[in-house]
């Protein structure tokens, strides 16, 4: 991954572009996947795809010729999707369109402007100061041209369509943590899943550009979103922070209860919050009216009770200061691990039906734990036992008793071996008093 990420990282990555393109071409030959190609101009429910957008050249000059930034030296000098402009300006109008970043005077900032029709330059705060000229000379050649979307998307055939979904954006010119990461950890993901057990649900790994790709292809697949039951978004899996792991729109739906309980047994140092209060991408466009999958997401950012989150998500977000040298393989590789623990926590929860009646014989059965050795394990077992009743799945139990899923798992799983529980898609409820209703 992190050879990838050094390989990929300077690369401009814009919305619909040759960077772009590079990019996902590369991906591709990791790991084969379709590429969707849709024309800039195509309408996707309220938006359009927009055009390509091509840098030719772009620099500031003083008025005797000195070269003071030039996008040559860093993709990030110029605002993605500036207008062309050229001419020269007084100090007052150059800074209105001149940009710099909040916190770090030494970085250039990444500023996008899809939508807004506006031409722009970016620099380090230390450079803006030191310009005290009463004019500037602009030159900003960029083109927009009819082009094609392109979304990357390997599907993992499953026993059943009903789909889980990855997803991440691959649209941050010369970035590496936001937004390369959560892709390479993706392809990782992919790749582990090929190779590994089969799974009940079908997976879906897409890569796009941010927003308008996510737009793109749900429009252009409204008939699966009805078989989409979950998904994640992964980004920012690379830098020195907890794992986080940002729940749904809809935070009572069996897949935030199966993440939600499935990241307490594998990233124990990692925390859980609501609904967009970590950080917003594409799994806004999931979560939205019309769609509604409940897609939670997956990144590393400061704890926000923490007095370091004064630089949330993470310090070099959206600078040319996220570069690879602040990611590293051993976190990418944690990161894997723990979105294929989500996954797989996802696609075994069912609902847990009991095939006996009354508290089960334990030490029989040869799944009893002895409460003098292990006082936790044995209150766990009884407790998980009486909540095998057909109305609750695995991630509900392990929800109602706050413990990881994992541990939940483990216990059923048990059961289900010895033939005491069986798993069911739909609530099959064994309470006898339920048909005297
Ligand atoms: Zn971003």
Redesign the pocket.
């Known amino acids: 991954m992190l050879d990838l990420l050094h390989e990929l990282a300077p690369l401009p990555r814009e919305l619909v572009s040759d960077g772009y393109d590079a990019a996902l071409s590369r991906l591709a030959e990791v790991v084969p996947m379709t590429i969707h190609e849709v024309p800039s101009g195509t309408p996707v429910w309220t938006w359009t795809v927009p055009e390509k957008w091509s840098v030719e050249e772009a620099y500031l000059e003083s008025l005797d010729g000195q070269r003071l930034l030039d996008v040559a030296d860093h993709p990030l000098h110029i605002v993605s999707y500036s207008l062309p402009f050229e001419g020269v300006v007084s100090r007052q109008e150059l800074f209105a369109h001149l940009h710099t970043h909040p916190h770090l005077p030494d970085a250039i900032p ?1 500023v996008f402007k899809y939508y807004q029709r506006d031409w722009g330059l970016c620099c380090p705060q230390t450079l803006k100061d030191r310009l005290q000229d009463a004019e500037y000379r602009v030159v900003i050649r960029t083109r927009f041209e009819p082009g094609v979307l392109k979304i990357g998307e390997i599907v993992i055939p499953g026993q059943r369509p009903e789909s889980f979904v990855l997803a991440a ?1 691959l649209c ?1 010119p010369a ?1 590496a943590n ?2 390369l990461t959560g892709v390479l950890v993706g392809l990782d993901v992919a790749r582990a899943l090929l190779a590994g057990p089969p799974l009940r649900h079908t997976v879906r790994i897409l890569f796009f550009p ?1 927003t308008i790709g996510s737009v793109t292809y749900l429009s252009q697949h409204e008939d699966l979103i009805p078989s989409m039951r979950g998904g994640l978004f992964l ?1 920012m899996l690379g830098n020195d922070a907890p794992l986080a792991l940002q729940g749904s729109f809809q935070p009572e739906s069996q897949c935030d209860r199966a993440l939600v309980s499935a990241l307490r047994g594998v990233a124990p140092t990692g925390y859980a919050g609501p609904y967009r209060t970590i950080i917003d ?1 594409d799994e806004r466009q999931f979560n939205a009216p019309g769609v509604r999958v409940p897609m939670l997401s997956l990144s590393r950012v400061v704890n926000p009770h923490l007095p370091e989150s004064r630089f949330a998500p993470y310090p070099e ?2 600078s040319s200061a996220d570069t690879p040298a602040i990611v590293t393989q051993g976190r990418l590789e944690e990161a894997r691990e723990v979105a294929l623990a989500l996954v797989r926590a996802f696609d075994s929860n069912r609902y847990v039906v009991n095939q006996f009646k009354g508290e089960v014989f334990a030490s029989g059965h040869g799944i009893w734990i002895d409460y003098r050795v292990n006082p936790e394990g044995h209150r766990n077992l009884f407790q998980i036992m009486e909540r095998c009743d057909g109305e609750r799945t695995v991630a509900d139990i392990a929800t109602q008793l706050n413990l990881p899923y994992p541990a939940v798992w483990e216990i059923i799983h048990q059961f289900a071996e010895k033939g005491l529980v069986t798993f069911s898609d739909v609530p099959q409820p064994t309470n006898p008093h339920r048909a005297a209703q």
């Open positions: 990444f954006h941050h970035q936001d937004d941010e980004e991408n977000y959206h």
